[in-house]
């Protein structure tokens, strides 16, 4: 069954395109918040471990200071990428009638950095500068 093309259905069909992007956008904000979630708490459990051991037997703590910074860098690499992602929808979603108050929203409260920034980059840069620190202290 073939579908006849008049103006009504490119609507639609625009429509459903410009939808689906829109729940693209808010999948992969949650999955950005999410992550950092989950990063957040395996690193908590690498600086635990860190301490324990460090208290312990000092010169196998470098292990899970190693193990941390590349949980870090992990997480950099990983989020950095899902905020590239964040920005072309944006951009793509940016003329859509739907998503340009939400869009308009977000620049107008961009004082300095915005929240997705300090989760997919400060935040990750910070706990691998952290990492290094305790990688030369135990050295």
């Known amino acids: 069954m073939a579908i006849l093309l008049s103006e009504k259905n490119a609507e639609i069909l625009e429509d459903t395109e410009h939808a689906r992007l829109w ?3 808010i999948h992969q904000e949650r ?9 957040l708490v395996s690193e908590s ?8 051991v460090l208290a312990l037997a ?3 703590a470098g292990i899970f200071a190693i193990g941390g910074l590349t949980v870090s860098l ?12 964040l920005s ?3 951009a793509r979603l940016h003329k859509v009638e739907l998503s340009k108050h939400y869009l308009a929203w977000r620049e107008e409260c961009r004082n ?25 202290f135990v050295s």
């Not at 992990?74 to 905020?83: C, E, I, N």
């Not at 840069?125 to 030369?136: H, I, R, Y």
Request: a positive charge; charged letters at 10%.
């Open 112 to 136: 300095f950095l915005i929240s997705h920034e300090v989760i997919a980059v400060v935040i990750p840069a910070l706990c691998l500068t952290g990492w290094f620190v305790m990688l030369a």
């Open 74 to 85: 992990l997480w950099l690499v990983l989020q950095y990428k899902t905020l590239s992602d």
């Open 88 to 90: 072309k929808l944006s």
């Open 45 to 52: 459990m690498f600086v635990l471990a860190y301490g324990v």
């Open 23 to 25: 729940d693209l956008l």
């Open 31 to 39: 999955g950005l918040a999410n992550r950092t979630n989950f990063f």
């Open 58 to 60: 000092p010169t196998k």
